[in-house]
């Protein structure tokens, strides 16, 4: 594989973005700086330290970044719950976009495993 646009795991994540953004979009003005912004960057985390590692010259860059990749889904996770809890999203949607998170969480740590 030659470029990190062709890994199913980094495709994935950009899906996962798109889908945080328009999730966030309905989020109450006064999380913009709060949760929605929080959100938002651990969901970009995800592709972006997928990108950053794959790039790397070395294989425990790589797995380093992954890791951290790894980390902001967890972080993600985690403020969907939160989401929830606030009554900013339905329970329906959070499962319907943690079902897909910890599938990419599977498959990045598949990719760990492989290293």
């Not at 495709?11 to 309905?26: A, D, F, P, R």
């Not at 972006?48 to 794959?54: K, L, M, V």
């Not at 790039?55 to 425990?60: E, G, I, L, M, S």
Request: proline share 2%.
């Amino acid at each position: 594989m030659k470029d990190y646009k062709d890994l199913k795991i980094w495709q994935k994540g950009i899906e996962l973005v798109n889908k945080t953004y328009s999730i966030t979009e309905k989020f109450p003005n006064s999380e913009l700086y709060g949760l929605t912004s929080q959100m938002r960057r651990a969901a970009i985390s995800i592709p972006s330290n997928i990108a950053e590692g794959f790039v790397r010259k070395h294989t425990k860059e790589y797995f380093h970044f992954l890791t951290i990749s790894l980390g902001s889904c967890a972080e993600l996770d985690t403020q969907v719950i939160i989401a929830v809890e606030r009554k900013y999203i339905s329970k329906d949607l959070c499962d319907n976009f943690t079902n897909e998170l910890y599938y990419e969480m599977r498959m990045i740590s598949s990719l760990l495993n492989k290293l």
